[in-house]
C-alpha cells in the first residue's frame, strides 16, 4: 500500500521520516528494527530517545518477538525485555499484526503502562470479520 501511495521505498522511507523529525528534543520514536528503512530513520534520530523492536534484527532490543505460533484460537508468541519474558496470546493471526503488537507494547511500557496489563489487552482483541471475509472471496 505504501508503495502505491509513495511510489518508491526511499519515498515511503522519507515520508515516514517526516514523522522522526517532528518529534521534539527528548521525544521518544519507537521503530521495528527488522525494517531497513525504520532502522535507518531510528539511526538517524539522534535528538530524541529511541527504542527498537523486532524478531530477526541481531543487535540489542528493547522487545523482541519470539517463538510465534499461529493456531485456529489466534497467535502466541513471547516478547522478551532486558528484564523479562511475557507469554502472550492474542485472537488475530498475521505475523504483522504481531510486530505491530510488539511495537505497541514497547511503547506503552515506555509510557508507564504495566506489561502485564498491556500482555492481558491483547487478549481482548477482536479479528475484523468483514475484512476476513473479503479476503477470503
Known amino acids: 500500500m505504501h508503495l502505491e501511495r509513495f511510489g518508491s521505498t526511499e519515498a515511503v522511507r522519507h515520508a515516514k521520516s517526516e514523522l522522526a523529525k517532528a518529534l521534539p528534543p527528548g521525544g521518544l520514536l519507537v521503530c521495528n528494527a527488522d525494517s531497513p528503512n525504520a532502522l535507518r530513520i531510528a539511526q ?3 535528538h530524541c530517545r529511541v527504542l527498537l ?3 530477526r534484527h541481531e543487535g540489542p532490543l528493547q522487545t523482541r518477538l519470539e517463538s510465534v505460533q499461529f493456531t ?3 497467535t502466541r508468541f513471547v516478547l522478551r525485555t532486558p528484564d523479562r519474558s511475557y507469554h502472550c496470546f492474542t485472537p ?4 504483522p499484526i504481531v510486530l505491530n503488537l510488539t511495537g505497541a507494547f514497547t511503547l506503552a511500557c ?3 503502562v504495566d506489561p502485564d496489563i498491556a500482555v492481558a489487552a491483547m487478549t481482548t482483541l477482536k479479528p475484523d470479520r468483514k475484512s476476513t471475509r473479503l479476503n477470503s472471496s
Do not use: F, H, N, P
Request: net charge neutral.
Open 72 to 74: 485456529r484460537q489466534g
Open 92 to 95: 488475530v493471526l498475521g505475523r
Open 53 to 55: 523492536y523486532g524478531e
Open 110 to 112: 515506555a509510557l508507564g
Open 44 to 46: 538517524e534520530s539522534t
